[in-house]
């Protein structure tokens, strides 16, 4: 019964491509950015300055933390046009969005029907952040374009060695994304003890390819080569 629940519950979250699911832009946004490729390098600068200059004018204009940073050290976004002109912003640390994280939301925030979500958790617990659903979407097509260039396509099995499990979930207990097929394990589960459990549910899983932080990667790799576990030939990709 359980299996037969499990085959259900998959045809259910893939009876729809997943390009679709992502929203009616992905498509559209995913071709742009696999096209842009073959753009020069001036192109590419090109259409990379006009959007920082765009996100610095929207910085100053609807967020409170960056209007008053700006202010305080004399920089008017309106002569921000250059990428030396960019580095005169003071560098953004974790620490400061933890401690000024309501005035770093855009005063526009509930018409972004912002996606929660949370960094890492490699270097502190894991932390809240918010993407609108135009940027989500962005970040999906750019992520697919790559994987795609590395012959990963919608759907195949992948594992991610980079995802905080939900608040209130067991973090030592991997999660299974149906819609993706994805087997996500929270990085604060990897560790030597647990790395013969993962070994295994890596391996049954049989992902096309594994996501990760080489920190992470390195400590499962270390443990399985000290104890002769046979290799999972997979293609990696690695996130700093």
Same mark, same amino acid.
């Given at each position: 019964?359980? %299996?037969?629940?499990? =085959?259900? /519950?998959?045809?259910?979250?893939?009876?729809?491509?997943?390009?679709?699911?992502?929203?009616? =832009?992905?498509?559209?946004?995913?071709?742009?950015?696999?096209?842009?490729?073959?753009?020069?390098?001036?192109?590419?600068?090109?259409?990379?300055?006009?959007?920082?200059?765009?996100?610095?004018?929207?910085?100053? $204009?609807?967020?409170?933390?960056?209007?008053? @940073?700006?202010?305080?050290?004399?920089?008017?976004?309106?002569?921000?046009?250059?990428?030396?002109?960019?580095?005169?912003?003071?560098?953004?640390?974790?620490?400061?969005?933890?401690?000024?994280?309501?005035? @770093?939301?855009?005063?526009?925030?509930?018409?972004?029907?912002?996606?929660?979500?949370?960094?890492?958790?490699?270097?502190?617990?894991?932390? +809240?952040?918010?993407?609108?659903?135009?940027?989500?979407?962005? %970040? !999906?097509?750019?992520?697919?374009?790559?994987?795609?260039?590395?012959?990963?396509?919608?759907?195949?099995? /992948?594992?991610?060695?980079?995802?905080? !499990? %939900?608040?209130?979930?067991?973090?030592?207990?991997?999660?299974?994304?149906?819609?993706?097929?994805?087997?996500?394990?929270?990085?604060?589960?990897?560790?030597?003890?647990?790395?013969?459990?993962?070994?295994?549910?890596?391996?049954?899983?049989?992902?096309?390819?594994?996501?990760?932080?080489?920190?992470?990667?390195?400590?499962?790799?270390?443990?399985? $080569?000290?104890?002769?576990?046979?290799?999972?030939?997979?293609?990696?990709?690695? +996130?700093?």
């Amino acid at each position: 019964m359980a %299996r037969l629940n499990h =085959s259900l /519950r998959k045809i259910y979250h893939t009876a729809i491509p997943l390009p679709l699911k992502y929203g009616p =832009s992905f498509s559209r946004k995913f071709r742009a950015y696999y096209d842009r490729q073959s753009a020069s390098r001036d192109e590419i600068e090109s259409y990379r300055l006009q959007r920082l200059i765009a996100l610095v004018d929207y910085a100053y $204009r609807h967020v409170p933390y960056y209007h008053k @940073l700006f202010d305080k050290h004399g920089i008017d976004p309106k002569r921000i046009r250059t990428l030396d002109d960019f580095r005169r912003i003071p560098t953004l640390h974790k620490d400061d969005v933890v401690a000024n994280h309501d005035a @770093l939301k855009s005063d526009e925030f509930d018409k972004f029907n912002a996606v929660q979500t949370v960094t890492s958790a490699t270097t502190r617990d894991g932390m +809240v952040m918010y993407r609108s659903q135009e940027a989500e979407t962005i %970040r !999906n097509a750019v992520v697919w374009r790559y994987w795609h260039n590395l012959g990963y396509r919608f759907r195949d099995p /992948r594992v991610h060695l980079t995802l905080s !499990n %939900r608040e209130g979930e067991d973090f030592m207990q991997p999660h299974i994304d149906m819609n993706e097929n994805s087997l996500q394990f929270d990085p604060r589960s990897i560790t030597y003890d647990h790395a013969p459990v993962i070994y295994r549910q890596i391996k049954e899983f049989r992902p096309k390819m594994i996501f990760s932080q080489p920190s992470n990667l390195a400590t499962l790799i270390h443990y399985w $080569r000290l104890h002769n576990l046979e290799d999972i030939p997979v293609a990696v990709c690695c +996130v700093l």
